[in-house]
């Protein structure tokens, strides 16, 4: 959470303020889930759209100065406003995730699955025909793969392509005869 100095609240129109304060830890505790829904979106617009005045903002002064100038930093102000109201909807957005799911939290490593009861022979024969399965397809995919590059390489295509054409015009012509 970014600290507010006297500067920064004086970025803030009253209901901005009003909106960075209800997001602090001790006012963000007492908002209901719709309410935060609300103020979450109320945060991210007013995020974006100082974003996008930032970013207008920048473009407009590298206009004016020429690409090879270094620019002042006229729209810092409006960088760390677009900043503060994007962390404010984190906060929002973090409070609703955690009354939505309360019980959610990160543990060490996920629980096991439960041992079956097989034999040993019966697990380790399913894993062979697994293992040469899947050296199977790679197999086939890789030959596969080889005599297509050998037909692109040895120009086969055009040359199948000519005997299936002669091939139709003599059916044709056997067809005519008929």
């Avoid at 406003?81 to 939290?105: I, S, V």
Wanted: no cysteine.
């Amino acid at each position: 959470m970014a600290l507010m100095s006297e500067r920064d609240r004086a970025l803030f129109t009253a209901a901005e303020m009003a909106l960075i304060k209800s997001s602090l830890p001790k006012e963000i505790k007492a908002l209901t889930p719709s309410r935060l829904k609300v103020q979450m979106a109320r945060a991210r617009q007013a995020a974006e759209k100082y974003r996008d005045l930032a970013r207008r903002q920048q473009r407009r002064t590298k206009r004016v100065s020429g690409f090879g100038r270094p620019t002042p930093p006229s729209n810092a102000r409006t960088e760390r406003k677009a900043t503060l109201l994007g962390d404010a909807a984190g906060r929002f957005e973090h409070r609703l995730e955690q009354l939505e799911h309360p019980k959610k939290r990160k543990t060490g490593r996920p629980p096991k699955p439960p041992l079956r009861e097989t034999s040993g022979f019966a697990t380790q024969r399913d894993a062979l025909r697994r293992r040469k399965q899947r050296r199977r397809a790679a197999s086939e995919s890789a030959l596969a793969a080889r005599v297509t590059r050998q037909f692109q390489k040895s120009k086969m295509r055009a040359i199948q392509g000519h005997i299936r054409a002669s091939g139709k015009r003599r059916q044709g012509k056997r067809d005519t005869r008929r």
